[in-house]
């Protein structure tokens, strides 16, 4: 599993510098500052990307999101070029003949520190991605934020991809608990948001639809993705505030993201929902096709 550390250059920093600033370490040399904030506290914000042939896949919009949450969360402007550069060698580092992922990680450094953090860990898929075809089941969960959250409680971060993740991971388990795969989350009002890894799309007669992200969610860099492929087959695409009612009378149902690409959904808190299997495939292909 190769790990890259990255001496994070500001933003203006010259290209010269940019080069030598990413090191490749042995994945067993212990390489994080325990006073780093972002072990201690999630204090900082991270992206998945999927890798397919070496490359990483959707790098624009992966570094658009990296910025974006950068700045909700008032860390400094990460340097473009230095990440594009790093994530561009962590990608070729692993195996072309494989799909994988990298995860990339930006902290506010130590604590008492003045620098971020940065690191990269590249990952071979190590499964078949079976569940693109076999599809997944989900329960609804409560995530306890109404639909206005964003607006009014900024401070909250939604919408922002931080390493805060323990809530994300505890709605997981409490799905298996439950005897499902994966979690859709529900605002306090009602209303679809995401999965706690994956953006969610229904598909209601000839229209595509994701929840919009002004409730409170991530931006999918795979949901955009699709809504390309979904608008150049001549579907229409709609970004809509998605009454929880709407998942059980959807043609179709996928949770979304970069490594584990489009999954059908089979079922919602036990209720069957149909599954487009051509559609699933043909979004897949576009997935797997991409290039920026
Ligand atoms: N929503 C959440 C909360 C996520 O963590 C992720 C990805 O990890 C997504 C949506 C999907 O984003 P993407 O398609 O860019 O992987």
Do not use: C
């Amino acid at each position: 599993m190769p790990v890259f550390m990255i001496d994070v250059l500001p933003e203006d920093a010259p290209a010269a510098s940019i080069e030598s600033s990413v090191h490749r370490v042995d994945g067993q040399t212990p390489t994080l500052d325990v006073r780093d904030l972002g072990a201690a506290r999630g204090d900082g914000v991270f992206e998945t990307l999927g890798v397919v042939g070496g490359r990483p896949q959707a790098l624009d919009a992966h570094l658009a999101r990296l910025a974006n949450s950068a700045s909700l969360l008032d860390l400094p402007v990460p340097n473009d070029a230095q990440w594009r550069h790093a994530i561009t060698v962590a990608a070729a580092s692993l195996p072309a003949d494989r799909q994988g992922g990298l995860k990339v990680v930006l902290t506010r450094g130590a604590e008492g520190g003045s620098r971020p953090t940065g690191w990269i860990v590249a990952t071979p898929a190590d499964g078949d991605f079976a569940e693109r075809e076999t599809g997944i089941s989900v329960v609804t969960l409560d995530r306890g934020y109404s639909s206005d959250v964003a607006q009014r409680a900024p401070w909250l971060l939604a919408g922002a991809k931080t390493l805060s993740y323990a809530v994300n991971m505890a709605a997981l388990r409490e799905a298996r608990r439950r005897g499902a795969d994966d979690v859709i989350f529900l605002t306090s009002d009602g209303f679809v948001m995401e999965a706690p890894t994956s953006t969610v799309i229904l598909r209601l007669g000839d229209r595509i639809v994701t929840p919009r992200t002004d409730i409170g969610i991530l931006p999918g860099t795979s949901q955009l993705s699709v809504f390309e492929f979904a608008a150049d087959q001549g579907l229409r695409t709609e970004e809509a505030l998605v009454p929880a009612s709407d998942l059980t009378r959807a043609d179709a149902l996928w949770l979304v993201s970069s490594v584990r690409l489009a999954v059908p959904v089979t079922s919602v808190d036990g209720a069957d929902v149909p599954v487009d299997l051509e559609l699933t495939r043909a979004m897949n292909a576009a997935l797997l096709a991409r290039r920026n």
